[in-house]
């Protein structure tokens, strides 16, 4: 396969330093569309209305190509959006390994599996090469929550199973990832003037730190972890804090442990507050006395893939005709592929070799992009 490695850097590099945090992906969404139309007049693009939904200033895009080769339709996803810091991105490259200037993210997570799919229909269009029809996806604010992917309209898509390409590694698939329960708590106490009243205060914040001393934090077992990611609470050092607010999240692989283990933290909080006695020379008005308000919600459903699935054998093929050997693990984090998973859409997720993700130490190796192009062109052009 004749992968143009200089090509697919360039429009790496130029993606790069297209600002596009989450919420603000438009004009990358206006360079694709562009590119789109004027490299391949033979595709449909569409968009959905995901912004009213996501409150993204884009919408979710979904580029269709009829297919040359018999066989059911696949997609492609990747996300448009990139954490921060992500504005004024400058690319450095040393050889074949690319990084950000180091006061921002390179935004690999997700723009290289971007470029990988853009060059990958390059070279089936050179080649003319026969293929399946095929989707590609580009969903909006994916690092906040998974929102585009939530919203997506599925009816856009010709494809019912695919590929999310946005993991670590390369040659590698996964096949397997936790769902995760986000929650968060408000602690409200009692203001007062920490200098002069200090006895007519409850103080909020560390109520709240006595509730996150107790619970099960990090990796709680093989399957299952836990984090506090988020405190705020108080106005001023004058002042004893009248309320603390806590978010955190729970992932498990075991839906049974994710419900377990989110009750264990719920009822440890609460214990805290009910539990709650006022201190020596407390002088607080009758009835006064700490209250929370706990909320918990589904980030995403857990995904898993049985090894005999259509999306997993697809990939064994493509990799025989690759003499490469492609492993096959289960992940830590959630991505869109948890979304389409749990609405029915068969997806399993392609490493494409970025490292250090969300951090200004984040880098890509130009090689990995390639081997990664070379398994999409590969799957694209393997029939049923």
Not at 282 to 299: K, T
């Amino acid at each position: 396969m004749n992968i143009n490695s200089e090509r697919l850097a360039t429009v790496f590099t130029a993606m790069c330093s297209i600002d596009s945090p989450s919420g603000q992906e438009a004009t990358m969404s206006a360079f694709l569309k562009n590119l789109f139309a004027q490299e391949f007049p033979e595709a449909t693009i569409a968009e959905d209305d995901s912004a009213q939904a996501t409150g993204s200033d884009a919408n979710n895009l979904v580029i269709h190509f009829p297919g040359t080769l018999a066989g059911k339709p696949i997609f492609f996803n990747c996300h448009l959006d990139t954490v921060e810091p992500a504005r004024g991105v400058r690319v450095l490259r040393e050889g074949s390994r690319f990084s950000s200037a180091g006061d921002t993210i390179l935004g690999g997570d997700d723009k290289a599996g971007i470029a990988i799919l853009i060059e990958a229909i390059r070279c089936i269009k050179e080649a003319e090469l026969c293929h399946l029809p095929f989707d590609f996806v580009f969903t909006t604010s994916e690092e906040i929550g998974l929102r585009g992917a939530k919203a997506l309209d599925l009816s856009l898509l010709h494809a019912k199973e695919g590929y999310a390409l946005d993991s670590t590694g390369v040659d590698l698939l996964i096949v397997g990832a936790p769902a995760a329960n986000h929650f968060r708590f408000t602690v409200t106490g009692a203001a007062a003037h920490a200098g002069l009243h200090p006895e007519r205060g409850i103080n909020a914040i560390q109520l709240a730190a006595r509730c996150l001393a107790d619970l099960p934090l990090g990796r709680i077992d093989e399957e299952s972890t836990a984090n506090i990611g988020r405190i705020s609470g108080g106005t001023a050092t004058n002042i004893i804090p009248e309320t603390a607010v806590v978010e955190g999240e729970i992932r498990s692989h075991s839906p049974e442990k994710l419900a377990r283990y989110s009750k264990q933290i719920q009822n440890t909080i609460q214990g805290v507050i009910d539990g709650w006695t006022p201190g020596p020379g407390a002088h607080l008005a009758s009835g006064v006395r700490p209250r929370l308000d706990f909320q918990i919600s589904q980030e995403y459903p857990a995904m898993h893939l049985d090894r005999s699935a259509s999306v997993l054998r697809r990939v064994d093929k493509a990799a025989a005709l690759l003499q490469r050997e492609i492993r096959y693990e289960r992940a830590g984090g959630g991505s869109d592929a948890n979304i389409f998973n749990g609405k029915g859409v068969q997806t399993a997720i392609i490493g494409i070799g970025m490292d250090h993700v969300h951090s200004t130490d984040e880098t890509i190796d130009l090689r990995d992009m390639e081997r990664t192009a070379e398994l999409v062109i590969a799957i694209l052009t393997t029939q049923d």
